[in-house]
């Protein structure tokens, strides 16, 4: 796919995200996911709003949460 290719297909979102097309379509299915459907035609996907759904589902490391949590406990929560 082009460096500079803004929306992806089904199968491209599919090979961006390393999950089948059937599950793009499932999570599509079920809004579980942001696309656009211009003129009720073909789905698409941003590919720089997919890249921000991976970053925002980030999941902290136990030494990250540990860190937190003793700040928290000192008053000193951020």
């Given at each position: ?39 009720g035609?073909?789905?698409?996907f ?33």
């Amino acid at each position: 796919m082009p460096q500079n290719q803004r929306f992806l297909t089904v199968k491209q979102t599919a090979e961006f995200l390393g999950f089948t097309e059937k599950y793009i379509r499932k999570l599509v299915f079920l809004k579980k996911i942001p696309y656009f459907k211009p003129l009720g035609g073909k789905i698409l996907f941003d590919q720089e709003e997919l890249e921000k759904l991976v970053r925002d589902s980030r999941v902290p490391s136990n030494s990250e949460l540990a860190e937190k949590a003793s700040a928290l406990l000192n008053g000193g929560a951020k």
